[in-house]
């Protein structure tokens, strides 16, 4: 988008608004974290804190997904979708993540197709976009 000439006001101002909350969130986050942890080691005692199950980065299953979420949506996002286009790698996405999380072929395919359709049908006949490239 171009810009107004004003450089306070423009397309580029609301997401990077959003990504220095975010940035500054995720640091605040991280720092919590760390001071926690080292709480914890330090009134377990450090060998007993290296053994146990609830340090720094331990995943459970739900952390697991997420990480497996997050990395399929970058991966989406920045290597399928310039690669196979909108349609393929939506399906391929869907149908990873169905399968992630409910682990049935069948859904997996049936909610994949049904809804990769919708938006191909939304985008190109409803609203006449060009499918997103």
């Not at 959003?18 to 969130?25: E, N, P």
């Not at 997904?65 to 286009?85: D, E, K, N, Q, S």
Request: net charge positive.
């Amino acid at each position: 988008m171009e810009s107004t000439g004003n450089p306070l006001v423009g397309p580029g101002v609301f997401p990077s608004i959003l990504s220095t909350i975010i940035l500054i969130c995720s640091v605040l986050w991280c720092i919590d974290s760390l001071v926690a942890y080292l709480k914890h080691q330090k009134s377990t005692g450090t060998q007993e804190a290296h053994d146990s199950p609830n340090g720094l980065f331990h995943f459970t299953k739900e952390s697991r997904r997420l990480a497996i979420i997050i990395i399929l949506t970058v991966l989406y996002i920045l290597i399928l979708m310039p690669l196979v286009g909108f349609v393929i790698s939506t399906f391929l996405f869907l149908f990873v993540s169905v399968m992630l999380f409910y682990g049935k072929l069948s859904s997996a395919l049936i909610v994949s197709v049904l809804l990769s359709l919708v938006m191909f049908v939304l985008f190109q006949f409803v609203l006449h976009l060009p499918m997103p490239r």
